[in-house]
């Protein structure tokens, strides 16, 4: 049943579903799809790493165009996912792996996101997407956060 709510054209869900469409459209090359992720608001905002604040859709929407001009594409996969859920707002930080094509073949680089979503009026969308630079090796977490809960 999952699927069937990121196929629809109309993306239905929760953060966690809206986030799969997100990167499925990334992977996809699917500005159109992309873009449905996102809020209908002036102030919604991406930095992508080492990159500028965008802010509002048009500005975001004309970054991702670049990045799939020609055919491209995003391979990032969300792994190690933290999240802060709240009645109207989830906050994921997650750890990207990326797909970088090198002389020597493919390799994984990692990046540090942070994406938020809100709940509006159509339904979760993502508000904030704020990538940083990882490495080419995994990075480590540090966490002061008991490794068992009780």
Known sequence: MRKSKLQAAHLEGDADD?????YDALQRGDIDRLMACWA????IFCIHPGGPRLVGAT???ATFEAMF?????????????????AVGSSVHNVLERVE?????GPTNAWVMA???YH?????????????????TSEIQEVSDAPSVLH
């Open 18 to 22: 809206i986030e799969a469409a997100f």
């Open 100 to 104: 970088v094509l090198t002389s020597t």
């Open 119 to 135: 709940r509006t009026a159509q339904g979760w969308r993502l508000v904030a997407h704020h990538a940083s630079p990882g490495t």
């Open 40 to 43: 209908d608001e002036d102030d």
């Open 69 to 85: 001009s020609d055919g491209g594409t995003v391979r990032a996969w969300p792994e190690r996912v933290r999240k802060i859920l």
């Open 114 to 116: 942070t994406n938020v």
């Open 59 to 61: 500005a975001i929407r």
